[in-house]
């Protein structure tokens, strides 16, 4: 086709066209002829055409048609009736939506279970309570062959580790056997230390968050811890007490202990006179707790003295010495209940004194059962790694030493070898010592560190309700620990040398626990356990919790 075969129309739509023309050896051979309508058509040969669309024009023509709607014209639509009911009820629906949601969130405030208010608790009252007793056979620091002050304040990271509220130390005050004249019940007894060292020793337990609490028995090293029953009607004697109390809770002291308190109940005004001094210094970030300490065993004993001592705010005893001997979880259940029924509003406290030549599996027990009972626990130094007292002598018998290592005198004292210690070393097994069960996952340390890390935090086990439960085995004693909405406990003791299965039930309980201790190294934590059939180890201790279900 020529030239003159372009219309016109065509001629004003098309700008800039360019022809390439190809060289003739480039072409093909037998290139056919272009169609009618194509490019080629145009007349232009073989080549390319570069086309420009006028876009301004077409870009114009859109803007025109996409004005939108003026501001007077939004107002006129906006005010038309259809509009207006529009709005008004979707701001009804609004209102209405965020009424309910209030409605529902109130309701749901007040059909929710309330949480229980938590009790006020003394320091004494949130965790055990750690006796160095006697003190001269804790550390020895100067090579004497006595446990001291200064010995004792080196010790310090021990005890936090121990993760216990406080310490009972003493007496340490001079004492001349049965002799009150030459008794002085404010001064140090120079083989302790200073009143320095007693300072620091205060010092060191204040940055670590323990208590310490003195022992001011007054006649401590006679069999007569009072010297006579006379003295305790003499006015001399009532005061020497009453300012010597006065003097080392003004000293800081967090606590005073007086032992063999039997013999003290017929002067109960000396006991109220005691009470009214602790209570002169207590402040609210520094209670002071008095103790009483006797040394009865049979309960109807300590059932009458937890009557007449109502002054004190603990009353410590060997209440629970021999307690699952005879192999039956029930009359431990018995015990127990029966202990905890005498002590009524009063709050209970548990220890065992020295354990002696008791087994390793029923030590073990005894921590899980004290730790895990309502009141506050004592353990005696050397119950938390098994120390036990020589053989054939008393709980009392003053060669018996703590023992930190594997050294000379078992770290006790850096001298040379002391008497005694040689009986002592054939007496206990290669790793009762601090050093040896510090890194052992399996040991008593390490499940009296966790027992006690436990009591200080879960609130359950701090000031739960205390509920005896079922047992299909003779041999086993169970309880729980519930407090409110919180994580709830179960214990499970076995006092059975054999193995046994269990079936365990309450009404609070459900079908399955999780288990958090046992006294038995091997058993895998974290697991649920069937409460159906729950089978225990020999001499075996559960600790296991299962949730609050409202």
């Known amino acids: 086709m020529s030239s003159q075969g372009v219309t016109q129309d065509t001629e004003l739509d098309l700008k800039d066209v360019e022809l390439s023309d190809l060289d003739t050896e480039k072409q093909p051979m037998n290139a056919s002829p272009p169609l009618a309508g194509s490019p080629g058509s145009l007349g232009e040969k073989n080549g390319v055409v570069k086309v420009k669309v006028a876009e301004e024009e077409e870009e114009g023509e859109l803007a025109a048609k996409f004005t939108g709607l003026s501001k007077e014209e939004l107002l006129q639509v906006a005010g038309t009736p259809g509009w207006v ?87 340490l005050h001079v004492n001349l056997k049965d002799d009150l004249a030459g008794t002085n019940l404010q001064a140090i007894d120079p083989k302790f230390g200073t009143a320095a060292e007693f300072q620091e020793v205060l010092q060191a337990a204040k940055k670590k968050g323990l208590k310490i609490v003195l022992d001011l028995t007054p006649n401590y090293k006679s069999p007569s811890p009072w010297f006579s029953l006379e003295i305790l009607t003499s006015s001399d004697f009532q005061d020497k007490m009453k300012a010597a109390i006065d003097f080392w809770l003004k000293t800081g002291v967090s606590g005073i202990q007086i032992r063999s308190i039997e013999h003290v109940l017929n002067e109960t005004e000396l006991l109220i006179e005691w009470k009214n001094l602790t209570e002169k210094y207590a402040a609210d970030d520094h209670s002071r707790v008095l103790i009483a300490a006797t040394r009865k065993q049979d309960p109807q004993s300590i059932f009458s003295l937890l009557n007449e001592t109502e002054a004190v705010d603990l009353l410590t005893s060997q209440y629970l010495l021999g307690l699952g001997e005879d192999g039956q979880g029930r009359t431990s259940a018995n015990l127990i209940n029966g202990y905890i029924q005498a002590a009524g509003e009063k709050w209970p406290s548990w220890s065992v004194g020295r354990t002696g030549l008791i087994g390793e599996h029923l030590l073990r027990l005894y921590h899980l059962l004290v730790y895990t009972l309502p009141g506050t626990p004592f353990t005696d130094f050397g119950d938390e790694i098994g120390l036990r007292d020589l053989p054939g002598q008393p709980a009392e018998s003053t060669l018996v030493r703590m023992q930190w290592d594997n050294t000379v005198n078992f770290g006790f004292s850096r001298g040379p070898q002391m008497s005694g210690v040689e009986e002592q070393q054939s007496a206990a097994e290669s790793n009762v010592t601090v050093q040896s069960q510090s890194g052992d996952e399996s040991s008593i340390l390490k499940l009296f560190r966790d027992l006690s890390e436990l009591r200080g935090k879960e609130r359950s086990l701090l000031h739960g309700d205390f509920w005896p439960a079922s047992s299909s085995a003779p041999s086993v004693f169970a309880y729980l620990r519930i407090w409110d909405q919180n994580k709830r406990y179960l214990v499970v003791l076995n006092f059975d040398v054999k193995p046994t299965t269990v079936s365990v039930t309450h009404h609070l309980l459900l079908s399955e626990a999780t288990v958090e201790l046992s006294t038995l190294p091997h058993r895998e934590l974290k697991q649920q356990l069937s409460l159906a059939e729950l089978s225990l180890g020999p001499s075996e201790g559960l600790l296991l919790s299962f949730p609050y279900v409202a």
């Not at 409605?103 to 160095?132: E, F, H, N, S, T």
């Open 85 to 171: 009911r529009t709005r008004w009820a979707l701001l009804i629906l609004f209102w209405l939506g965020w009424l309910g949601m209030l409605a529902g969130a109130i309701v749901i405030i007040v059909q929710a279970p309330r949480c229980k208010d938590l009790p006020q608790q003394k320091w004494w009252q949130k965790g055990g309570i750690y006796r160095i007793q006697p003190t001269e056979r804790f550390q020895d620091s100067n090579e004497d062959g006595e446990g001291d002050l200064a010995g004792l304040k080196l010790r310090m990271d021990y005890l936090n580790s121990l993760k216990v509220k406080g310490v009972v130390i003493g007496p």
